[in-house]
């Protein structure tokens, strides 16, 4: 074992972090307490280390609470704050950079990290416009680096075997299906509270959805342990993106007049190639009463020629109750499978789930395209890894598509002009907003999605 261990071939990947909010503490601080405890292990890259570098924030403050917490479980790292937090993070040394700020600020601080190079995952929505897609998309292909998405609900164990029965063919043809993400009013009143107005829960949410039935039922391409692409797993596609409508409520978390959603009801719709169409509704909330038994509420159903498939977070695994700490410190249905904190058999504590999983595979990609082989081959590593449709920006266009057309939907509702319906891809463009009583067509996005 001494010996093996000596021939062990060692590299470091330095990590900027971009926010340091509610994810960061649930997913991002396990995941580097974890790497910095124990390095990465494959064996076409080799051992690899992790190094929490930097993090950038607005005020500083919760980096200076985590430092203090962490102690010994994380290696020193520096934090900058202010509007130039970003620019003095990416001026340090960084070889990768997350970015899990509020949805609309994703765009410029995965922009900046993409032109000095660096590689890059962003929590979801990735971005709010195609426009802003195609940017990040170019850039990443200009500076021959990684630009992935965080859509950590595939990793779910009740998903990805979903997604398996469908690719093997258990379940035939997708008809519709319905979805729904209940949030507390905890999420909206407090812990988004500064950043909430002008937003609504269904891009913050919804997201997770519409990725989860494009990714799904959409284009099916499976890769192999290595990276390689496995023929077994590959499907065309055999649907397009059609149309999506939407509608609001407001009143609750900001004015009933306003543009600060308290929840949104989405529709999307596909076609298929014989004219069949699938419908999928989507409903999001996040003023739920605090003190609901799950806190937060997950269900989906989908319908197909041939079967049914439903899902539900609170009756799939644990429901407790302890006196004065359930529903506020601790939850009465948690999920142990997203995140969970244990005492392991051998009496190591340790923190683990799906949600966590996600981000550790990042880099393992990002450690395949630069560790994985001689450097001749790179560009050959990276677009294996770029061909992942699960995270990669470039596979992204549908889920954006739908979060650009309900911001616009909703955008026209708040000026008193419901009922819109965005068209894809049709005669007129890619993105095109229609609103009842409004002869002219909105353009939203002119080529094609």
Same mark, same amino acid.
């Given at each position: ?29 396990? $995941? ?19 190094? %929490? ?12 609470? =985590?430092?203090?917490?962490?102690? &010994? ?6 934090? $900058? ?6 620019? !003095?993070? %990416? ?5 990768? @950079? ?13 922009? %900046? ?22 940017? %990040? ?7 021959? @680096?990684?630009? !992935? ?16 029965? =469908? ?16 949030? *507390? ?9 500064? /950043? ?10 919804? +997201? ?42 407001? &009143? ?8 600060? /959603? ?23 909330? /996040? +003023? ?11 269900? @989906? ?6 079967? +049914? /498939? ?31 904190? $244990? ?10 789930? =799906? ?12 450690? =395949?395209?630069?560790?994985?082989? *001689? ?44 009922? &819109? ?10 993105? @095109?907003?229609?609103? *009842? ?13």
């Amino acid at each position: 074992m001494i010996g093996m261990n000596a021939n062990l071939s060692t590299h470091k990947l330095r990590a900027g972090m971009v926010g340091m909010g509610m994810i960061f503490d649930e997913t991002y601080r396990p $995941f580097f307490e974890q790497a910095h405890r124990e390095g990465v292990y494959r064996r076409d890259f080799g051992l690899l280390d992790i190094e %929490l570098s930097a993090v950038a924030s607005r005020t500083g403050s919760r980096a200076v609470k =985590y430092r203090k917490e962490a102690g &010994g479980k994380i290696a020193p790292f520096v934090s $900058f704050a202010g509007a130039d937090a970003s620019q !003095k993070l %990416l001026a340090h040394g960084v070889d990768a @950079v997350c970015v899990a700020t509020p949805d609309d600020r994703h765009f410029e601080s995965a922009r %900046l990290a993409i032109e000095a190079g660096k590689h890059v995952l962003i929590e979801k929505p990735s971005v709010l416009t195609l426009q802003e897609l195609d940017t %990040l998309d170019q850039l990443a292909r200009k500076h021959n @680096v990684l630009a !992935k998405v965080v859509y950590h609900k595939l990793g779910d164990p009740d998903h990805k075997k979903l997604h398996t029965h =469908y690719v093997d063919g258990n379940f035939q043809h997708v008809n519709n299906g319905y979805c729904t993400l209940l949030e *507390p009013k905890s999420i909206s009143g407090s812990q988004f509270a500064e /950043w909430i107005q002008g937003r609504n829960p269904g891009t913050y949410v919804a +997201v997770h959805y519409i990725k989860l039935i494009d990714f799904t039922f959409g284009s099916l391409a499976g890769r192999a342990s290595d990276g390689k692409t496995d023929p077994s797993l590959a499907r065309p596609a055999n649907w397009r993106l059609a149309r999506i409508t939407c509608n609001g409520q407001r &009143g609750i978390v900001g004015p009933a007049s306003g543009n600060t /959603w308290d929840s949104v009801q989405l529709q999307i719709t596909y076609a298929y190639p014989d004219g069949r169409e699938a419908a999928f509704d989507i409903h999001t909330s /996040w +003023v739920t009463p605090d003190n609901f038994p799950g806190y937060v509420d997950q269900e @989906v159903q989908f319908r197909f020629d041939n079967g +049914v /498939w439903t899902a539900h977070q609170r009756k799939r695994g644990v429901e407790m109750t302890i006196e004065k700490r359930t529903p506020g410190e601790l939850k009465i249905t948690p999920n142990h499978h997203y995140n969970g904190s $244990f005492l392991e058999p051998w009496g190591e504590r340790s923190q683990r789930g =799906y949600g966590i999983e996600i981000i550790r595979k990042f880099f393992e990609e990002v450690a =395949y395209v630069e560790f994985a082989g *001689p450097p001749a081959l790179r560009a050959e590593r990276l677009q294996t890894m770029r061909g992942l449709t699960y995270n990669d920006v470039s596979a992204d266009r549908n889920t954006v598509a739908i979060v650009q057309a309900m911001e616009a939907i909703l955008e026209r509702q708040a000026k008193g002009e419901p009922a &819109g319906v965005v068209e894809v891809n049709g005669s007129r463009g890619g993105l @095109v907003l229609l609103t *009842p009583g409004r002869t002219e067509a909105a353009v939203l996005y002119a080529p094609r999605v």
